[in-house]
């Protein structure tokens, strides 16, 4: 299993701000397990942390702002594509004022630094949402909408439309995240001329040049017009008849800007705050359509805190119900696993079919066959031994015995045709022939029960 991430060290980027023309300074810190992203005001009283989720997003105009009480940071969009697509699960960073620096428009520098840096593994297993199935987003005003389907990875498919003849259409993939640092990172931010004297009188974009954007001119607007625009931005003056891109360095890709627009959705959806598995479609993504997606995706982890291990009836098992007997003194009508399907240092799952002519229905009940309770925590509790007896030399020789039982909870009933899956994991490394365990059966994408056990290992007489 993937462990959690952080960065070996701290590093440092400055900039201005590109709404604020602020000289600012972010700090990328190391974290502990199970921190997450974290971003700390240190020019304000109290130094106050804001938690970088989707749900504490205010605002979306032109970059994403995260607030909490007094405290609000913008721009923070760059910076969060950079942890999330190389793989950094917690860090702590600090900013000495109300956004994160601009630099070049682009994630490229973050990712340096981080790579600069270092990324150093912790003991804390990453915990992924997979998607199971299709989850749709659609603003049915603008036509943007955002996908998301079943994927053994993370990837993305971006297509942007503008009335624009300079970028109509275009379109940019990401298969796989260890290409983001060549394919996506450098993409610029990007703005249409039109646009730039609107967001001047709202107050933003104040740090805005040639050297941290792509400024698109793609409608002509008159020589004295253009001069005036020219003279706000602090730029030369250029020939108004000429369309196109302006910006001193050229294009990187044909598609730079679909390509930012699909850094901009990794940097959005970073702020779910859990890594997720499968394929995102965003078509004319934008910030706000992103919060949205970010904050549904939030909505539906929570509705599903535990998920079911995926179980695929065609796979061949990791344990037949032969290599089972072997392990297992059990048997019938007390063994309750079928098949383990996986296994792993400190985890299992495994199976048990259940039928009508299981011998417990007899009298549990005549008239409404239920599987006992006490039957799901002692078939969770075989396959926990499993895994501790997979783990010794000659398992024959040895047994598993219950110590203690908590926390156990019954949430559904177990009838005939079910599948019960059952995933156990350790909870601490095995000390002197104790083994603390927390386990989970499902039923479908339903839990029907859960307990925490601690089992002690001895060898047979």
């Known amino acids: 299993m993937l462990k959690q991430k952080t960065i070996k ?21 190391p974290a502990p397990e199970n921190h997450g992203y974290k971003i700390q005001r240190t020019d304000m009283e109290g130094k106050p942390v804001i938690d970088a989720v989707a749900d504490n997003v205010i605002e979306t105009t032109r970059g994403t702002v995260l607030a909490k009480g007094e405290a609000r940071v913008s721009t923070v969009e760059h910076g969060m ?27 490229q520098f973050y990712v340096q630094e981080i790579e600069k840096a270092g990324i150093e593994e912790q003991n804390a297993v990453k915990d992924f949402y997979i998607i199971k199935s299709k989850i749709e987003f659609r603003d049915e005003e603008t036509g943007s909408s955002i996908i998301v389907l079943p994927d053994e990875n993370f990837s993305l498919n ?19 995240m260890d290409k983001f640092k060549h394919e996506i990172a450098g993409s610029r931010t990007f703005v249409f001329v039109r646009e730039i004297e609107p967001l001047l009188s709202a107050g933003l974009i104040k740090g805005g040049d040639l050297d ?130 996986e296994i792993g240092a400190n985890y299992i799952v495994g199976v048990k079919n259940i039928t009508v002519n299981e011998p417990f229905f007899q009298g549990h009940f005549p008239q409404e066959p239920v ?10 509790a075989q396959v926990g031994g499993l895994l501790v007896l997979n783990s010794v030399d000659e398992p024959e020789r040895y047994s598993t015995y219950f110590m203690k039982i908590d926390g156990v909870k019954f949430r559904q009933k177990v009838v005939p045709g079910d599948t019960l899956i059952f995933r156990v994991e350790m909870l601490t490394p095995i000390r002197r022939g104790i083994a603390t365990m ?24």
């Open 158 to 176: 971006v297509l942007v439309s503008y009335d624009s003849k300079i970028i109509p259409n275009q379109f940019a993939t990401l298969e796989d």
């Open 81 to 107: 594509a950079a942890l999330y697509a190389l793989g950094i699960d917690n860090c702590l960073i600090e900013v000495n004022g109300p956004e994160f620096p601009i630099l070049d428009g682009s994630a």
């Open 9 to 29: 060290g701290s590093f440092s980027l400055k900039g201005k701000g590109l709404h604020t023309g602020l000289d600012l300074i972010v700090t990328f810190n």
């Open 438 to 461: 927390k386990g989970y059966a499902f039923v479908g994408e339903k839990v029907t029960c859960e307990a925490e056990f601690m089992a002690q290992i001895i060898k047979n007489k």
């Open 212 to 341: 941290n954007a792509i400024v698109i001119y793609e409608r002509e607007m008159s020589q004295e017009n253009f001069d005036k625009l020219a003279d706000v931005m602090r730029v030369p003056h250029m020939d108004a008849k000429k369309l196109g891109y302006i910006n001193h360095k050229p294009l990187v890709w044909a598609n730079e800007c679909a390509r930012h627009k699909l850094l901009d959705v990794i940097g959005d959806l970073a702020l779910i705050g859990k890594p997720i598995k499968g394929r995102i479609i965003a078509t004319r993504p934008g910030h706000t359509i992103n919060n949205k997606f970010a904050r549904q995706m939030r909505k539906e982890i929570r509705l599903h805190d535990v998920q079911a291990p995926i179980y695929n009836c065609d796979e061949a098992p990791v344990m037949d119900v032969n290599r089972i007997r072997e392990l297992l003194p059990h048997r019938y009508p007390f063994q309750l696993v079928d098949k383990v399907i």
């Open 371 to 380: 599987m006992p309770g006490v039957l799901q925590v002692e078939a969770m």
